[in-house]
C-alpha cells in the first residue's frame, strides 16, 4: 500500500538518479577537456623525439585523472543519502522534490524584495577593534531601497490599481500584523554529532516559535545518530512579531540537564511574503484523496487567479464550457509548474519539497552537528482551514516468521582422519540465523561420521521478525548492554545465513563453508545436488527471486569459503526449504521446532556409517574391519579350511588305509547301491524341478 514515505523514497531515488547524471556528464566534459589538453602537449613536443621530457608530460596529463577520481569519491561520500530498495515494480508512484541543501539557497534567501540588514551597536572609538561584528549585533532591520528616477514611466503609472505613494515598490503587501497556522514537519536527521559516551545520542525535537516552546521530550529516539523522528507540530504566529523559528535537537540524558546537539533557524516572514510562494508547496499532481491528497487549502485554480490578480494578468480562461473543474483544476496546475515561463510577473514557485538544513551549535560555531530534513507549511488564519497533517509517522513493522527446513547435505568437504583406518570423514551439523540475530542461532544435530560428504538431517529452523516491505529491511529493537536504560531499534538487511560445520568433541568444531541469502534478492535453488554450482552465488546476471513473493522455496545451495589461494569454492550442498508466513497465518498452523510438535518431521534414514564409536564400539569394529579388509578376511578364512582339510587329511590316512581293504569286500555292493539310489534321487529332483518350465514352453509352443 502507497503511503507518504512512499513518495518520499521514490523522490530520494530520483534525486540520486540526478546526481550520478550529473557526475557522468561532469566527468566526461573532464575527460574531454584532458584529451584536448594531452593533444596540446603532444604537439607542443612533436619536435622533440627522444627527449627526456616526455614521461614527464605523460604524468602531468595522468594526474587530473586521480584528481578526479578522488573528488568522486569525495562527492559520493558527502552526499550520503537513506538506503532506497532498488524498483523491481514501475508502478507510477507520485514524487515530490528533494533538496540536499537549505531552500533559501535554492531560492536566493526568498529576499526577492524583502531584505534582512543587521543593527550593530556602535564602537567607543576607531580602535575599538576587539568587539567582534557578530557579538555588536543588536537587532535587524527588514525592508528594501530602491533609486529610481521620477517622474516614473508610463507603463507603471498607468497600471491599474497604481499608488503613487509607492513609487517603484508597487504590489507590495502591507505590514500590519497577520495571524497564521505554522505547520512544522520533521522527517528525521542525519549524521548527528555523539553527544554520550558511548558514541551515540537518545535526540528529540524542540521547537521554538515566539512564545511557543515545544520539546517531544518524551519521544526521544534511543541510541541513534540518524534517527527517523516522523513528527509533525502544529503552532499559532503573528508575523512580524514572531518570525523566527527555531528546530533543535537535543540529546536527552537520565541524569542532569540536557544537551543541545544542534539547531536550525528560520525567517518565516521572508517565505511567506516571498513571491515564489513558500506558504506551501505546490504538488506535481492534484489529487482529492490517497497519500498524495493535496494539502493546500486553495486549489490550483484559486492559486492562479490570484497570482493573476497579483500580477495584473488578464485570466485565467480555461478552454470549452464542457469541461469537467477537476481538467481546469489539473490544467491550472500545469500552469503554476510553469509560472515562471509568463511575462514580466512570472517566477519559479516553490514546489512540494523537503529541504535539508545544517544544525549548528552556538558552542561550536562553524562546525555542522548533523543535518535535518524537514519543511514548513504556513497558512493565513483569516482563510479556510487546512485539512489535518500529512501522515509522516515512521512505518510500523509487519510480524513475519521464516520456517527453514534443511533436509540433506551432500559433498561435503570430509575433514577428520579415522583413527583406526585412515579414512576420511566428517561429523556434519548446520547453523543458521537471520543477520543481527546471531544470539539466536540454531543447530541441526549431527550426522556422524559421513565418508561421502552426505548428511540426512529433516530438521526446522524457525525465525520471527518485524519487517519494513518498503525498505527492505529487518527491525530489531534490543538492549546494548546490560545496564542500557532501554532498547536501541536497528534496521538491518534481511539475510538468512546457512553454515555447514565439522563437530569435534574435544577441540573447536571447524568451520567448512557457508551460504548468506538475501531474502528479498536470491537464486532459485536447484532441482539436484550435481546442477548446485559456484555460479549461482557469483553470476550476477542469474534470475533472481525474493521469499517475499515466492513464500515457499526448495532446492539445494552451494556451501562456500574460500581456499589457500583466497579463491572462492564449493564446500558442500545443502537442500533446504524455505517458508514465508505472516504472524496471523504461523498462529493459525504452527509448526515446531527440530522434528517436534506439531507437525514434527520424519526422523531421518541415516546409513550404518553415522554411528558414534565409543557409544557402539563392537558395532564399529565391525564396520571398520568388514568395509576396509573384507576380501582379505575372505581370503584368510579359505586358506584356513583348505589347511584343515589337508591336516585332517594327513591325519586320517593311516587308519584309512587299514579300513579300506574291510570296506570293499564286505561292503561293496552296498556302496554302489547307495550311490546309484543318490543319483536316481538327484535326477528325479531335477526332473520335477524343471517340470513347470517344460510344459509352460510346450504349451507356448503350441
Not at 589538453?37 to 623525439?49: F, G, H, Q, R, T
Not at 532591520?141 to 516614473?152: E, H, I, N, R, T
Not at 516522523?230 to 540524558?253: N, R
Not at 545443502?574 to 505472516?582: P, S
Request: glycine share 6%.
Amino acid at each position: 500500500m502507497l503511503d507518504w514515505w512512499s513518495k518520499y523514497f521514490a523522490s530520494i531515488e530520483t534525486m540520486k538518479e540526478q546526481l550520478r547524471q550529473q557526475e557522468a556528464a561532469a566527468a566526461e566534459a573532464e575527460e574531454k577537456e584532458e584529451m584536448d589538453i594531452a593533444e596540446e602537449i603532444k604537439l607542443d613536443d612533436s619536435p622533440m623525439k627522444g627527449s627526456k621530457g616526455q614521461p614527464k608530460t605523460k604524468e602531468k596529463v595522468k594526474a587530473p585523472k586521480e584528481d578526479k577520481k578522488k573528488k568522486q569519491q569525495q562527492q559520493q561520500q558527502q552526499q550520503q543519502q537513506p538506503e532506497v530498495p532498488e524498483k523491481k515494480n514501475k508502478q507510477k508512484i507520485d514524487e515530490m522534490k528533494i533538496f540536499n541543501k537549505e531552500l533559501e539557497a535554492e531560492f536566493d534567501n526568498f529576499e526577492d524584495w524583502l531584505h534582512t540588514f543587521n543593527l550593530f551597536r556602535g564602537k567607543i572609538g576607531d580602535d575599538d577593534d576587539s568587539t567582534a561584528d557578530d557579538e555588536r549585533i543588536v537587532g535587524r532591520f527588514k525592508g528594501s531601497m530602491c533609486v529610481y528616477k521620477v517622474p516614473l514611466p508610463d507603463d507603471i503609472t498607468k497600471e491599474a490599481g497604481y499608488d503613487p505613494n509607492f513609487g517603484m515598490f508597487q504590489g507590495i503587501p502591507s505590514n500590519d500584523p497577520i495571524n497564521v497556522l505554522v505547520r512544522v514537519y520533521v522527517i528525521r536527521a542525519t549524521d548527528l554529532h555523539p553527544a554520550d559516551i558511548n558514541g551515540k545520542a537518545d535526540p528529540y525535537i524542540a521547537i521554538k516559535l515566539g512564545k511557543t516552546d515545544i520539546k517531544d521530550k518524551e519521544n526521544y529516539i534511543s541510541k541513534q545518530l540518524n534517527p527517523i523522528f516522523g513528527k509533525s507540530f502544529d503552532i499559532e504566529a503573528t508575523f512580524p512579531m514572531e518570525s523566527m523559528l527555531t528546530v533543535a535537537v537535543y540529546d536527552w540524558d537520565l541524569v542532569g540537564t540536557d544537551d543541545l546537539i544542534g539547531e536550525t533557524k528560520i525567517d518565516l516572514e521572508n517565505r511567506y511574503y516571498s513571491k515564489h510562494r513558500a506558504t506551501c508547496g505546490i504538488s506535481q499532481t492534484y489529487a482529492i484523496h490517497g497519500y498524495n491528497i493535496w494539502r493546500d487549502p486553495m486549489k490550483p485554480t484559486q492559486i492562479l487567479s490570484k497570482l493573476c490578480k497579483e500580477g495584473k494578468v488578464d485570466g485565467p480562461h480555461f478552454g470549452p464550457s464542457g469541461r469537467k473543474k477537476k481538467t481546469d483544476e489539473h490544467l491550472g496546475l500545469m500552469v503554476l509548474h510553469h509560472w515562471e515561463d509568463i511575462p514580466r510577473v512570472g517566477c519559479r514557485l516553490v514546489p512540494e519539497h523537503v529541504e535539508t538544513r545544517p544544525l549548528l551549535n552556538p558552542d561550536k560555531p562553524g562546525i555542522e552537528q548533523g543535518r535535518l530534513e524537514m519543511w514548513v507549511d504556513m497558512f493565513p488564519m483569516d482563510m479556510p482551514a487546512p485539512g489535518t497533517a500529512v501522515d509522516i509517522s515512521p512505518r510500523k513493522p509487519k510480524k513475519y516468521e521464516l520456517r527453514v527446513i534443511v533436509w540433506n547435505t551432500d559433498e561435503v568437504v570430509l575433514e577428520d582422519d579415522d583413527y583406526f583406518t585412515g579414512e576420511k570423514s566428517s561429523d556434519i551439523f548446520v547453523r543458521g540465523w537471520l543477520k543481527g540475530q546471531q544470539e539466536d542461532k540454531q543447530d541441526t544435530d549431527v550426522h556422524y561420521h559421513s565418508l561421502t560428504g552426505e548428511g540426512n538431517f529433516n530438521w526446522r529452523y524457525i525465525f520471527p521478525f518485524d519487517y519494513l516491505m518498503a525498505e527492505e529491511k529487518i527491525v530489531i529493537s534490543k538492549k546494548e548492554s546490560m545496564f542500557s536504560w532501554d532498547e536501541t531499534e536497528y534496521k538491518i538487511p534481511a539475510r538468512l545465513t546457512l553454515q555447514v560445520w565439522d563437530a569435534d568433541h574435544f577441540s573447536a568444531d571447524d568451520f567448512l563453508g557457508a551460504i548468506e541469502l538475501d531474502l528479498n534478492r536470491f537464486p532459485r535453488g536447484a532441482k539436484t545436488a550435481k546442477q548446485c554450482t559456484l555460479e549461482m552465488v557469483t553470476e550476477t546476471d542469474l534470475p533472481m527471486f525474493s521469499i517475499f513473493k515466492q513464500k515457499r522455496v526448495k532446492g539445494w545451495w552451494p556451501f562456500i569459503a574460500r581456499n589457500e589461494d583466497d579463491e572462492m569454492e564449493v564446500t558442500g550442498k545443502v537442500e533446504a526449504e524455505l517458508h514465508l508466513l505472516t504472524a496471523e497465518e504461523a498462529e493459525k498452523s504452527p509448526a515446531g521446532l527440530a522434528r517436534n510438535e506439531p507437525d514434527p518431521l520424519e526422523k531421518p534414514n541415516r546409513p550404518d556409517t553415522s554411528f558414534i564409536w565409543f557409544l557402539n564400539p563392537l558395532k564399529s569394529i565391525r564396520y571398520f574391519l568388514w568395509h576396509t579388509y573384507r576380501w582379505l578376511l575372505l581370503k584368510i578364512l579359505l586358506l584356513a579350511l583348505l589347511l584343515l582339510m589337508v591336516g585332517l587329511f594327513f591325519y586320517s590316512m593311516p587308519g584309512y588305509l587299514s579300513i579300506k581293504y574291510l570296506i570293499c569286500t564286505r561292503y561293496k555292493w552296498l556302496i554302489i547301491k547307495i550311490v546309484l539310489a543318490l543319483l536316481l534321487i538327484i535326477m528325479v529332483g531335477l526332473f520335477l524341478y524343471s517340470m513347470p518350465g517344460y510344459m509352460v514352453k510346450k504349451l507356448l509352443g503350441a
